[in-house]
């Protein structure tokens, strides 16, 4: 089956074609991404207004581009999958749109994918890799620990109880003026830094729980800045170095605890995986922590190519494919979602509101 994917989710304008053989195996047909990250960089993180419009104006092309790339036409795939939520809901309700007219016009299925079922099953795509596996999902305003039994069937072992590890990155960069996205400039300039300079806190390491609290160290970071303030750029490497090694060891130790837990609830598992997906996955110092880490206590890290951790089209139609396989598609009134935990069975640790649960 060919499954066309729209990510629309927050300032990647996203289409692709991928293809699921009988075996259950992926093929990449088409991948285009068409970055705004120029048109935010000024304000320092994603305008939702701009986003939107930048969207509606790019995505017709960016479809159409996919399309060429694979040479196929819309008789010729099997559905249409797009990102449902949770993201920037312009954004969101821009792509879900597109993908019910094309589906609606070509008569094909609509699958409204979970932007972090996305991420959570690409390992799959890139790897074989089979169910169960322990994923850590660091994704825009998500951090959190999950076992994923099966397409549909998650359970949340951990989760951040106020900035996930992506803000966190972004508002250290914003604050050391290294610009947007923070994550890439935090590791840019960490690269000179002395990472020993300033002690700034690990946060909840040591707890059982595998959870995780980052305003603390976002707070160190902020006052061991004004205390040297005016910063020179030695000041700026080093401040960067030492943020970044604190949470390399505050995920290494969250990590251990979330692979102690996995191995409880799945006991017997001859090659268990630990999975890290999303956008901050793509950061090296955190692979080769959670590589070493990984194999300490007898797991196998699977990370994606750090092109498909970002946002992407790809893990939407990877995602589509997955639902498609098992009969599961969606009406042409599926909503869209600015909130949509990937366990909704498992209890808000932020509350919720009129959007729903965040985590």
């Known amino acids: 089956m060919k499954i066309l994917g729209i990510e629309t989710s927050c300032d990647e304008t996203a289409a692709a074609i991928v293809e699921r053989g009988p075996d259950g195996r992926g093929r990449i047909l088409s991948d285009i991404i068409l970055s705004q990250i120029a048109d935010h960089a000024a304000f320092g ?13 790019a995505l017709d092309g960016v479809i159409a581009a996919a399309m060429r790339e694979a040479g196929l036409g819309f008789a010729d795939i099997d559905a249409v999958a797009a990102t449902a939520g ?113 002690a700034l806190p690990r946060p909840l390491i040591g707890r059982p729980e595998p959870d995780f609290s980052l305003s603390g160290l976002k707070t160190a970071l902020r006052l ?46 001859a090659d268990p995986a630990l999975v890290i997906a999303g956008g901050v996955a793509a950061n090296r110092a955190i692979r080769a922590s959670l590589a070493e880490e990984s194999a300490r206590h007898g797991f196998r890290l699977v990370a994606p190519p750090p092109r498909l951790c970002a946002d992407n089209a790809v893990m939407i139609a990877w995602a589509g494919a ?35 649960a965040k985590v």
Do not use: C
């Open 224 to 269: 061991a800045a004004e205390k040297i303030a005016p910063l020179a750029d030695r000041d700026v490497a080093d401040l960067a170095a030492s943020f970044q090694a604190a949470v390399v060891d505050v995920v290494a130790d969250r990590s251990r605890r979330a692979m102690a837990r996995f191995r409880d609830t799945h006991p017997g598992l």
């Open 45 to 57: 993180g994603v305008v939702p207004e701009i986003a939107a419009r930048a969207h509606v104006e």
């Open 322 to 356: 997955e639902r498609l396989a098992r009969g599961l598609v969606d009406a042409l009134d599926a909503p869209a979602r600015p909130r949509w935990p990937l366990d909704e069975l498992a209890h808000p640790v932020l509350g919720e509101g009129a959007k729903g």
């Open 86 to 198: 949770p993201g920037l809901i312009g954004g969101v309700i821009v792509g879900l749109t597109t993908a019910k007219a094309i589906a609606l016009a070509a008569g094909k299925p609509l699958v409204a994918v979970n932007h972090l079922e996305g991420h959570a099953l690409t390992a799959r795509l890139t790897d074989q890799l089979a169910f169960p596996y322990l994923l850590l999902l660091v994704s825009g305003g998500h951090t959190q620990f999950v076992a994923v039994d099966d397409v549909g069937r998650y359970r949340r072992l951990g989760t951040t109880i106020d900035d996930a590890l992506g803000e966190a990155f972004d508002k250290a960069a914003k604050l050391l003026g290294l610009g947007y996205p923070g994550g890439p400039a935090i590791e840019e300039a960490a690269r000179a830094g002395d990472p020993t300079r300033f």
